[in-house]
């Protein structure tokens, strides 16, 4: 019989998923014995491979693609950070069947700004390029550290127009963005997913602080070499998002709170 508290990542596909290594590190740090497994879910089929995981005595799941909107229908009650998201990424065991989505993708992002970055946010100019629902998490997330502006520029200008309005921060065409106007910009596009940068002028790193791609690995590579190559001193992919994220919701199940910073160079170092 397995006694070890239990674990998974849902999603699909979810093979290439780091979740478990991380997760494993934040258990080292507790000095713990925990199981943290991968589920790949069918599409469509998030609520009852949940169902079945929880009832097996699961006791913390996080979602990955493309199950977050998923999980936030499952469960129960929602998080104020999964109801602005509009999107779950880790399901808290409520008791007598209920469940408690949250978002910690947001939180796991400005995390790795302020400290494994250290960079500061209040007083910044920030651009995101993207309007995606990772954009929907981080705003309000970004917005409690007080930064001094907001802009969200996208590819399909509407969408980033109704998150503006939704958000009350600014928008502007990728095309039309002030040269040396932001101390942080944020790819939060998954075009480098297919190799594609954002149309923007090298001119908009002109006073760039921190480029930062949500993306991780090789594909965050291209925008992050155009960011330094157009004049960003520093720059940095998602891993630590990533690595972020993940220690917000082990916090949540187990009430301790992890130390992401060698977390990160260790599952770099992967
Ligand atoms: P969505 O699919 O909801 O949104 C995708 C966004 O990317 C849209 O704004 C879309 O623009 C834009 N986009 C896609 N392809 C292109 C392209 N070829 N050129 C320009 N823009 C493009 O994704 P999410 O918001 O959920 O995630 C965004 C990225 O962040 C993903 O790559 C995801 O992997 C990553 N992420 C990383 C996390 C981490 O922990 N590191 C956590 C969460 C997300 P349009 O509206 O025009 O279609």
Known sequence: MNLKPRYAVFGNPVAHSKSPQIHQEFAKQEGADIDYGRICADIGGFAEAA??????????????????VDAYNWVDEHSERALAAGAVNTVIPLGGGRFLGD?????????????????????????????????????????????????????????????????????????????????????????????ELPDIAPEVFGKCLLAYDMVYGKEAEPFLRFARASGAVQTADGLGMLVGQAAFSYQLWRGFAPDIVPVIRTIKEL
């Open 51 to 68: 169902a079945r995981f929880f009832a097996e005595g699961g006791q913390g799941a996080n979602v990955t693609l493309p199950f977050k």
């Open 103 to 195: 978002n910690t993708d947001g939180v796991g992002m400005v995390q790795d700004i302020l400290k494994a970055q250290n960079v500061g946010i209040a007083g910044r100019n920030i651009l995101i390029i993207g309007a995606g629902g990772a954009v929907r998490g981080v705003v309000p997330v970004l917005q409690d550290e007080k930064p001094a502006g907001i802009v969200i520029a996208n590819r399909t200008p509407e969408k980033a127009r109704e998150l503006a309005g939704r958000f009350g921060v600014q928008t502007a065409l990728l095309s039309e963005l002030p040269a040396d106007g932001f101390d942080i910009i944020i790819n939060a596009s998954s075009g480098g997913l297919s190799g």
